[in-house]
């Protein structure tokens, strides 16, 4: 079986040009879900990326609490024996 992995090339911008455009990138990201790469002297160096809702809901009522939970575990320690 042969697999092949597609790698999406993140898109880089320049800080000197993330600083004049800072405004105009971050209303693109929100509207189109992109993230990119800003790079210092060639370097990547932060990674602009939009914020998704994180559902928390399924999560409640997921815990069961059996007995007490906030009592001792055991009776001594061993170092009191």
């Given amino acids: 079986m042969v697999t092949s992995i597609v ?41 602009i990326v939009p914020v998704r809702d994180r559902d928390v809901k399924p999560l409640r009522r997921s815990v069961i609490v059996h007995g007490d939970i906030v009592g001792p575990v055991l009776d001594s320690w061993d170092v009191e024996r």
């Fill in 7 to 47: 790698t999406m090339k993140k898109r880089t911008i320049p800080a000197g040009k993330f600083k004049a455009e800072c405004l105009g990138l971050i209303d693109r990201v929100a509207e189109t879900e992109e993230s990119f790469i800003v790079t210092k002297r060639g370097r990547p160096v932060v990674e």
